[in-house]
């Protein structure tokens, strides 16, 4: 169900469907179907309204004209809130950023940053080993574990991981995960 509602677009025609599982698999595996339950309960109970005035960094609010997970009337209400607050209509109907047109997103937050824009959208190709370190990664392995699984030894696991990292323009294992399983 939830992967219905935060990224529709990902079974389109064309698109592969191993985000969609991996999303899913996560979902089961991260928390029961009762607290599950529970935490989504608890983000459509909390209200922040109040507290948006208190935000005094400017802010780029960006929302997809089709999010099913969240409203576009809460998006707009909360750039409202926020003193410096900008809001930003973008076209899809994922909820997660980087599902979809993510060089939308790209272009959006480097304007509102004064960064240039981006000449050219860099391949993202790896090794076939780093591309395999990533894999096992995204499945939450520490260096230690992925050096058992690819005996290798720990520090050729970290610079894979590094090497991964850098290549791709990360900052950390998570960003790595979350490529890979949308279809890095």
Request: charged content about 25%.
């Amino acid at each position: 169900m939830l992967a219905d509602i935060f990224m529709p677009d990902v079974d389109a025609p064309g698109r592969t469907t191993f985000t969609r599982v991996a999303f899913t698999q996560y979902q089961r595996e991260a928390a029961t179907a009762e607290v599950a339950r529970a935490m989504l309960a608890l983000c459509y109970e909390v209200d922040i309204a109040d507290d948006l005035a208190r935000v005094e960094t400017p802010t780029l609010v960006l929302h997809r004209d089709h999010d099913r997970a969240a409203p576009l009337a809460q998006g707009r209400q909360l750039a409202d809130g926020i003193r410096n607050g900008q809001f930003l209509e973008l076209s899809g109907h994922a909820h997660f950023p980087y599902v979809g047109d993510a060089d939308a997103i790209t272009r959006a937050a480097r304007r509102f940053l004064g960064l240039p824009g981006l000449r050219r959208r860099a391949t993202l190709t790896l090794t076939p080993r780093q591309h395999e370190v990533a894999r096992l990664v995204s499945e939450g392995l520490t260096n230690r574990d992925i050096a058992e699984r690819l005996h290798i030894t720990e520090r050729s696991a970290e610079s894979h991981v590094e090497r991964i990292r850098i290549r791709l323009g990360f900052r950390s294992r998570s960003q790595i995960a979350a490529w890979f399983v949308t279809g890095g």
